[in-house]
């Protein structure tokens, strides 16, 4: 099992930036993908963006430019900075992660935006 715990979201006005945080703990030799979802009520969730232990990195198309995933893989942590954000970004952030012993999720933590 891998355990995750997020940290760093909150309220923050359009135009700012924030940074989330998600250390894993457990079996964390068997992750090859960490990422970042995001879900609002109504809707999917959608990905924000992964990256590899490797370093490849994958992001959803409109948020290019603006959001930066990044990991320390020492720290068993991953990432997020979200710089210029906007309202629509408002939404419950959620940490995940794929190992050979299946995918695991945070708990989740609540972005939102102000205009």
């Known amino acids: 099992q891998v355990h995750l715990v997020e940290s760093g979201g909150g309220l923050v006005q359009a135009g700012g930036s924030l940074r989330l945080s998600c250390v894993a703990s457990g079996s964390t030799s068997s992750i090859y993908r960490l990422g970042w979802y995001r879900q609002v009520p109504g809707k999917q969730r959608e990905l924000v963006a992964t990256?590899?232990?490797?370093?490849?990195?994958n992001y959803l198309d409109s948020l290019k430019g603006r959001f930066t995933v990044s990991r320390d893989n020492a720290k068993k942590t991953v990432y997020l900075e979200m710089n210029s954000v906007k309202p629509e970004d408002t939404a419950v952030y959620y940490c995940n992660v794929a190992a050979t012993i299946g995918s695991f999720w945070g708990q989740g933590t609540q972005v939102t935006v102000s205009s």
């Open positions: 990256i590899t232990t490797g370093g490849s990195t």
